[in-house]
């Protein structure tokens, strides 16, 4: 590849910074086990921080962004009637990284983008056996519209109704995992 030794090393101590992979010293680098017990770990404090970063993009948001939110919106509704994982995917990619803009908390989006990379791989990974898309994104849409509209209450609300299915999700893997 024509690629020197550091940029690979510092893509793989990031990797590691992020728990994706561990690396072994003298031995190599592995994957990063993916377990439910952690997964629900880090739901616990993703709840939290994604009450607080909802409420915050409701509050915050730009007229620009509430327009874009209210599109999202849409977007989700759109793939949950058909029932498209991959628009799905997409519109929850392009949302996250609006909601976490519109926070104007570069902590607070710096926190939520590692958790948001460890809760993607962990629904990869499972959301074809236990997951029901087309709930999870009429969830997203609502959270996404009460941003559009201001309401931080209304945000957070949805926001905990999406964490409890999530949350549900992960421990219904459990019985997917053999």
Do not use: C
């Amino acid at each position: 590849l024509d690629i020197g030794r550091t940029p690979i090393r510092e893509a793989l101590q990031r990797l590691a910074r992020e728990r994706l992979v561990t690396i072994l010293p003298r031995r190599g680098i592995v994957v990063s086990e993916v377990n439910v017990k952690s997964q629900l770990r880090l739901l616990e404090v993703r709840r939290e921080l994604e009450r607080l970063i909802s409420r915050s993009a409701a509050r915050r948001a730009s007229t620009d962004e509430r327009k874009r939110f209210r599109r999202i919106a849409h977007d989700f509704q759109r793939s949950a009637r058909a029932n498209d994982d991959v628009a799905f995917m997409r519109t929850d990619r392009e949302f996250n990284s609006l909601q976490s803009a519109a926070t104007r908390n570069e902590f607070a989006a710096g926190a939520m983008a590692l958790m948001h990379g460890l809760s993607r791989r962990f629904w990869y990974i499972h959301y074809k056996q236990a997951a029901d898309m087309p709930l999870t994104a009429k969830l997203h849409a609502d959270i996404a519209s009460a941003i559009a509209d201001r309401d931080e209450a209304r945000a957070a609300e949805a926001t905990d109704r999406l964490l409890d299915v999530i949350e549900k999700f992960t421990r219904d893997s459990l019985s997917t995992d053999v």
